[in-house]
């Protein structure tokens, strides 16, 4: 069964240290998705990808976070420089299109904790 | 804007309990619900949906959830757990004008005692 994956699983930097996170979609799904869930509380939409464009990414902090997607298959997430309140598990997924019922596939995450 | 509400945070439960979780939604116009859980270790994972039609939706592993459009919930049951249904279940929110976009509810940490 295709799967999201993501790398690495774990992440343990020190504050204003660089970090960078990555994530291959299920193939042929365009669509991509960076969630940030902060432990306790549910998953908050960062940016959303069709192809290698941007769709959304009203809540992305831009001075520090940035993602990219720059040939429309996997995406790189990057936090420069890494705050204590960054730590959380960042979550990304696919779904084959943007259109509202298209089911979103996640993948296991990657747990950041930034000390 | 769209938003989630989940009432309850931490639920424990003897095996064979019945369960009910609570999500309200705020969205001023037609909706995708949906209910995830995160089984321990694991990955975030759809239980069921609603997209239209019979509001009383039943999904994987014995879960059902019961859209009441007039009161902007689509609550989640279960008539009897079990130890293995320990996760933290998430309602979430797609609506139609939204994209493709899930707002998420803060999750219910429910754990069944043997």
């Known amino acids: 069964e295709a799967e999201v994956a993501q790398s690495p699983r774990y992440k343990i930097t020190e504050k204003s240290q660089a970090v960078a996170f990555w994530c291959d979609p299920i193939?042929?799904?365009?669509?991509l998705y960076w969630y940030r869930q902060i432990l306790g509380q549910g998953p908050e939409l960062l940016v959303q990808?069709?192809?290698?464009?941007?769709?959304?990414d009203s809540q992305l902090p831009k001075d520090r976070f940035s993602a990219e997607r720059l040939k429309g298959v996997d995406s790189t997430l990057k936090i420069q420089p890494a705050e204590l309140g960054d730590s959380a598990m960042y979550l990304c997924?696919?779904?084959?299109?943007?259109?509202?019922?298209?089911?979103?596939?996640f993948g296991p995450g990657t747990r950041l904790t930034v000390l | 804007a769209q938003s989630v509400s989940q009432h309850n945070h931490h639920v424990i439960l003897s095996e064979a309990a019945s369960l009910e979780l609570g999500c309200n939604y705020s969205?001023?116009?037609?909706?995708?619900l949906f209910w995830y859980v995160q089984y321990p270790g694991q990955h975030l994972q759809l239980l069921l949906k609603?997209?239209?039609?019979?509001?009383l939706v039943k999904g994987i592993k014995g879960f059902e959830a019961e859209f009441i459009k007039s009161k902007f919930s689509f609550n989640l049951r279960k008539p009897s757990v079990q130890w293995s249904d320990t996760a933290e279940y998430f309602c979430?929110?797609?609506?139609?004008?939204?994209?493709?976009?899930?707002?998420f509810g803060g999750g219910t940490r429910l754990m069944v005692k043997p």
């Open positions: 997924a696919s779904s084959s299109g943007l259109a509202w019922d298209n089911e979103q596939f």
């Open positions: 193939s042929g799904h365009a669509t």
């Open positions: 990808f069709q192809d290698e464009s941007v769709v959304d």
């Open positions: 969205y001023g116009g037609t909706v995708n």
């Open positions: 609603y997209f239209s039609g019979d509001p």
């Open positions: 979430a929110v797609n609506g139609k004008n939204a994209g493709n976009m899930l707002t």
